[in-house]
């Protein structure tokens, strides 16, 4: 670590340029309009370090001014041209985000359906009646799409067997298709 006596090198100048965008943090003048120094946000004379975190990149008309005085402990002003590009980023990635869940949506709505209406051709109850888009939507957070079309398949023979063991009520099916789908999980597992 440099001492507080010993000069900036070149090395680290460049490096606090670099860092600043070749500007200075005071009045956002650039070269050729004017020549940039380092200037020590504490002061040597007050004790201030050579370490990077307390140097900033001025130009001579502002590092003059503020000689030897100590400023609050800010630190570099952050790159405006940065700041901006991280916003636009944030924005496009919510964009996609909301995108995908629209077609996601869409896709479920679907998906929803599909199922009701297998159930439908495949069973033919009374009144036509499926399993609600709540009920489908809950069985598609724990099985997938073919998972349940197989429930329902194998509900079937039960079904034609004994329709008035379920009566006409339907939670009594959705139950028992859904012990289906989890018992073939388990079975797998």
Request: aromatic share 8%; hydrophobic share 40%; proline share 6%.
């Amino acid at each position: 670590m440099p001492t507080t006596s010993a000069p900036v090198s070149k090395r680290v100048r460049f490096e606090i340029f670099k860092r600043d965008g070749f500007t200075c943090q005071y009045c956002n003048r650039k070269p050729p309009d004017v020549t940039l120094e380092v200037d020590h946000i504490d002061p040597r004379a007050l004790g201030g370090s050579n370490e990077e975190i307390n140097l900033i990149t001025a130009c001579w008309d502002c590092n003059r001014g503020k000689a030897a005085k100590s400023l609050q402990r800010t630190g570099p002003r952050p790159d405006a041209d940065l700041e901006y590009l991280k916003c636009q980023q944030e924005l496009m990635e919510a964009r996609r985000f909301l995108a995908a869940k629209q077609k996601l949506d869409l896709v479920k709505v679907k998906l929803v359906a599909a199922i009701q209406a297998h159930w439908d051709k495949c069973l033919c109850m009374d009144d036509h009646d499926v399993p609600s888009r709540t009920v489908v939507l809950e069985w598609l957070t724990r099985y997938s799409a073919d998972e349940i079309i197989a429930g329902i398949d194998k509900f079937i023979p039960a079904y034609r067997r004994t329709p008035w063991k379920f009566g006409p009520d339907l939670r009594q099916a959705i139950r028992y298709v859904s012990a289906i789908m989890r018992n073939v999980r388990q079975d797998a597992a």
